[in-house]
C-alpha cells in the first residue's frame, strides 16, 4: 500500500561528500516536492517539480540540487553535505487534477559528521 | 510572499476537553487552506481543508478571511489526537501550486 518510497530511512554522511536522497511514487503524480523538517521551523520547501525534467527551486535551495529524469521519481542531491543539513527530508507527489493532498513518504533522516 | 503562523509549538489539555489549534496566514490573493498530522512514527497526513467543509476524526476548521485565521477545534480531546499538527497554505497561482506549511504544534492529550 506504500505510494511513496524514499530509499533510506537513516543516513550518515560525512562532511563535504556528495548525497544522493531518493524518492519513488507510483500513483503517476505530475507534481513531486522535497521538504526539511526541522524542530521549530516546519516543514520548509527546497525544491519541486511539476514534470519530467522541470525543476523550480523553493524556499531553501543553497546547497541543494534536484533531479527528475522519469516521472516516478524525484532525487535530492546534496552537492557537499554540511553540518547545517543535518535534519530530516520529506518526499511528497501530488497529482495535477483533483487531487488537493500531498502523499508523504516516510522520510530519511540525515546526520552529516 | 505567504506566510503561515502556528504561534504554538507545545499544546496540552487534559482527555475529554476542548482543544484549539491556531493558525494565521498572510497572503493577498484567494487561498487555500489545510491541516496536516503526523503521529508518532507515522508519516505526515492530510487531515482536513477548508474547502470540503468536512469533519476528521472530529476535528474542524474554519476558514476566517477578516482574521486571516484557520483554527483547528475539537470539543472533546481523546488521548490518541496527540500528534504534530501542521497548518498549510496553498496560493492560487503557480506551476506545481505548492504548499507553505507553519512551524507546527505538538499537541499532547493528558489522561
Known amino acids: 500500500d506504500v505510494k511513496v518510497t524514499q530509499s533510506s530511512r537513516y543516513l550518515v554522511k560525512r562532511t563535504g561528500e556528495k548525497v544522493f536522497l531518493e524518492c519513488v511514487q507510483d500513483m503517476d503524480h505530475e507534481n513531486m516536492f522535497w521538504y526539511r523538517q526541522d524542530p521549530g521551523l516546519g516543514l520548509r520547501l527546497i525544491y519541486f517539480s511539476y514534470d519530467v525534467k522541470m525543476k523550480e527551486k523553493g524556499d531553501i535551495p543553497e546547497g541543494y540540487s534536484v533531479s527528475r529524469e522519469k516521472k516516478e521519481r524525484f532525487s535530492l542531491i546534496l552537492e557537499s553535505a554540511s553540518t547545517n543539513q543535518t535534519s530530516m527530508y520529506l518526499c511528497a507527489s501530488r497529482g495535477a487534477i483533483g487531487n488537493y493532498g500531498y502523499t508523504f513518504g516516510s522520510g530519511t533522516r540525515l546526520t552529516v559528521v | 510572499a505567504q506566510r503561515v503562523t502556528q504561534p504554538e509549538k507545545l499544546l496540552s489539555v487534559f482527555k475529554g476537553a476542548p482543544v484549539e489549534l491556531k493558525c494565521n496566514y498572510s497572503y493577498s490573493g484567494s487561498p487555500e487552506l489545510f491541516w496536516y498530522v503526523q503521529y508518532s512514527r507515522q508519516r505526515l497526513q492530510l487531515l482536513l481543508r477548508?474547502?470540503s467543509r468536512e469533519s476528521i476524526k472530529g476535528f474542524t476548521a474554519d476558514l476566517n478571511k477578516g482574521e486571516t485565521s484557520f483554527h483547528l477545534k475539537k470539543p472533546f480531546a481523546q488521548e490518541e489526537d496527540s500528534a504534530m499538527y501542521y497548518c498549510a497554505l496553498r496560493i492560487s497561482s503557480g506551476s506545481a501550486r505548492q504548499l507553505t506549511f507553519g512551524s507546527g504544534t505538538q499537541l499532547t492529550v493528558l489522561p
Open positions: 477548508h474547502i
